[in-house]
């Protein structure tokens, strides 16, 4: 269901309206619900998991750190890969006065 904009007044026109809003990420309530995480965190993600498991389930220790090291390898991989790539430029007009 789409979201729904009450405005108070009513306008007398059509105007545009832009509307900015900061989305929190879904909790995953049952195994057949998709995480939202970006793509590029994917990895990050199951990787941080396996280690954290590791941590109760897994009793050889060389284990445990090769998936601590998988994790923190792939949590840097896509943090560093995680910018914005498109060209931004700020001119200023600059008034003759």
Same mark, same amino acid.
């Given at each position: 269901m789409p979201p729904?904009?009450? %405005?108070?007044?009513?306008?007398?026109?059509?105007?545009?309206? @832009?509307?900015?809003r900061i989305r929190q990420p879904q909790d995953v309530a049952t195994m057949s619900d998709?995480?939202?995480?970006?793509?590029?965190?994917?990895?990050?993600?199951?990787?941080? %998991?396996?280690s954290r498991l590791a941590q109760k389930f897994v009793? @050889?220790?060389?284990?445990r750190m090769e998936l601590r090291?998988?994790?923190?390898?792939?949590y840097s991989s896509a943090r560093a890969s995680d910018s914005e790539r498109s060209p931004f430029t700020l001119m200023p007009q600059m008034s003759p006065y």
């Open positions: 729904v904009v009450h %405005l108070f007044e009513v306008p007398d026109a059509v105007y545009p309206l @832009d509307i900015w998709r995480p939202d995480i970006p793509v590029l965190w994917a990895e990050a993600v199951a990787s941080g %998991l396996a009793t @050889d220790p060389q284990l090291s998988d994790a923190d390898r792939a």
